[in-house]
């Protein structure tokens, strides 16, 4: 019998930081790995903002802080919503947590009771499936392919409805299909979710700034939901500060009072000098947001070149966010020597240990006919492992 619990046994490591732990292990044993498998801006934090957090070390902003944030960071955030979405929120509606990844760990767990369906559009960020399963809810996956751009119709939502449905979580721009929802198709999900007034409605929105076809739309925006939408957002990937880790929703305000009362009992709150720099970060229009987003842009472009150039590739062009999420089921069945390829995870540890890339195998997000693809990295070290995968997937038969 094990020691540890059910909870913990059944719950899966994280696909992406499993794959990041393996590549640091073979690099430690002295193999040339490229890392295409973290999902997180190459880029260093801004310095104006690394400036705001030295100034509160000096001055002593070292006590602990209210659980859900200091009231000027939450007066910023609302402030932030409202420049960056149309969306009104007061200070009591947001909770800051210790990155975006806790906040919608609140959410689902404030939220769902066991047996309670959470409807999740495939593919999913990793970390969705496992938060659910932990609040033993259901997840209830609507299922899309390359071939609609990985993004789901009002007619397969409402399919997917029954009476236990409690939450729908999605992420626009998507993680790991880099899809972006427009207004318009917002609009006809909502008019959906406008006849089920039960349904909540998680928005990660952590992507936000990394939108390549335009304006970043809310699904909070919308008048219909308004009232029921949780809008999660965060710095680590627009300010290119993943090890702060800070991340905030804007919520209805007894959801956002039991998200306070969870955390509280968790972790209470975020770093304090997190806090002084996100205020920061949030305060002002980033040129180095912006610059990043261009970059991105090219690198994506670079990718999906290179990507379409390799036979049985299945490509769709990404809107948003730094991945690609190409279908590669071309290759299933073929083998080299004693390796037979049988899915996107048997094709992701053949090409760490032939091509020494590492990739994140579409099982981990729910489609498992594709590999993801994080393009956070230079132009070099692209070029250097698609050329690699290419030679690998060369020698498949
Ligand atoms: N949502 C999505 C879709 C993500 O890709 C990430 C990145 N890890 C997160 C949430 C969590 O971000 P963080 O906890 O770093 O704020
Ligand atoms: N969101 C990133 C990714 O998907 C970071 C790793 C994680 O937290 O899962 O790679």
Redesign the pocket.
Known sequence: MSALSDRINMLSE????AM?RKSRELKAQGFDVINL????PDFNTPDYVKDAAKKAIDDNYSFYTPVSGYQDLRETICMKFKRDNGLDFTPDQIVVST?A?QSIANVVLSLVNPGEEVLIPAPY???YREIIKLAEGKPVFINTSVDSDFKITAEQLEKSITPKSKLMIFSSPC??SGSVYTIEELKSLADVLAKHPNIYIVSDE?YEKINFSGKHASIGKIDSLKERTITVNGI??GYAM?GWRLGYIGAPKFIAQACDKLQGQFTSATCSISQRAAITALSVESEVTLKMRDEFLKRRDLVIKMLREIPGFKVNVPQGAF?VFPDISYYFGKSNGNITIKNAGDLANYLLTDAYVAL?PGEAFGDPRCI?F?YATSKELLIESINRIKKSLEKLS
């Open positions: 994280s696909e992406t930081l990041t498998s973290i999902g997180e990155g990844k960020w990793v970390s993680n790991p952590i680590s990937k993943t991945y994140v993801r994080s």
